[in-house]
């Protein structure tokens, strides 16, 4: 689905975005600024991870690998303790 946009320039920014259709082989402005605002998208979401890395650098340290694996580990044998397994057929 595509929605049309319409847009108002000043004269000084619509002769850029002329010079800059023309000298990088745009077929339209359309595509011209499709490409900007791909660009922009592009820009933001390396932004997002920027702000979530960040996030993570300023959070508290979490618990050692061994700690979590032992847990991890004493979790499954407790399940494979507690289930009940389908009696078989003879």
Do not use: C
């Amino acid at each position: 689905m595509t929605t049309i946009i319409n847009i108002a320039l000043p004269d000084s920014l619509k002769a850029f975005v002329d010079q800059r259709v023309k000298a990088r082989g745009y077929d339209s402005h359309s595509e011209y600024l499709r490409d900007l605002v791909r660009k922009d998208e592009v820009e933001a979401a390396k932004d997002a991870f920027r702000a979530l890395v960040a996030a993570g650098l300023a959070s508290p340290s979490g618990r050692e690998w061994g700690e979590f694996k032992a847990e991890l580990v004493a979790r499954a044998e407790q399940h494979r303790a507690t289930r009940q397994l389908p009696q078989r057929e003879a």
